[in-house]
């Protein structure tokens, strides 16, 4: 069986930087799990399903054929034979995607999908829930955190990059309002999973943040 390292975290902890540089070190796959819950937020919006009707979007889910594979060390997944990566960080799944995954059967497919992953080999997976929910009893569990103006700032300038036409300001209300969505949902809040080592990044560079992760993996083999 395979292991599974759980980088949990709030948006824009840096995640998936981490996620991403530590499974290059150690040679696992790197899973985003927030993209499968963008993925059926994105396949609902092309289908012209209304994304707040929750009971419309499990519909579209279950019709839709949902196939896994590993592409150049990340797992990523096909939706009806399209892969979409790009159009997952769209402003419209990006505004719409937390209403879709406050979903509890929404979520339990996702969390069974991500579990199934393992039969890939070893991974390292980013999200909310993955030291909580998806592998629970993982020795390998991280807990992400930043300020919140530093997360702001950090997504702006992803955001700016990306050429999107963003207002700093807009971003640190709307990683509030996602912040806020995430961590009071009934359906498996954000929160700091038993037995993870909670690194808060603020002041520490990308790499220290995967030498840190990397040092008490290494501790636990
Ligand atoms: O990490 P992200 O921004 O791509 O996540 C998109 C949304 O999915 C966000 O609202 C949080 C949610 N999410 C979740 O509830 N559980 C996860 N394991 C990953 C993401």
Not at 99 to 124: C, D, K, M, T, W
Not at 166 to 180: F, N
Not at 188 to 205: F, H, N, Y
Request: proline fraction near 3%; charged fraction near 30%; glycine fraction near 6%.
């Amino acid at each position: 069986m395979g292991k599974a390292i759980a980088i949990d975290g709030p948006s824009a902890s840096g995640k998936s930087s981490v996620s991403k540089g530590v499974a290059a070190a150690l040679g696992f796959i790197y899973v985003d799990s927030g993209a499968l819950y963008r993925g059926v937020t994105w396949q609902a919006i092309r289908k012209g399903v209304n994304v707040k009707d929750a009971a419309a979007v499990l519909e579209c889910m279950h019709n839709t054929d949902w196939d896994f594979f590993v592409q150049e060390g990340a797992a990523v997944f096909s939706v009806d034979g399209d892969v979409p990566v790009q159009e997952l960080r769209e402003k419209e799944v990006r505004e719409a995607v937390a209403h879709v995954a406050s979903v509890p059967e929404i979520r339990e497919f996702v969390v069974e999908s991500l579990q199934s992953l393992i039969n890939f080999g070893s991974l390292v997976m980013e999200g909310r829930d993955i030291g909580t929910v998806v592998f629970p009893d993982s020795p390998y569990k991280f807990y992400l955190d930043a300020d919140p103006e530093e997360r702001a700032m950090r997504r702006y300038r992803e955001l700016v990059t990306a050429g999107e036409d963003e207002k700093a300001h807009e971003v640190m209300e709307s990683l509030k309002k996602r912040d806020q969505i995430d961590a009071t949902r009934k359906a498996d809040p954000l929160k700091v999973a038993e037995g993870a080592q909670r690194i808060d990044s603020t002041s520490m560079t990308l790499e220290d943040v995967i030498q840190t992760v990397m040092d008490k993996v290494q501790e636990n083999v």
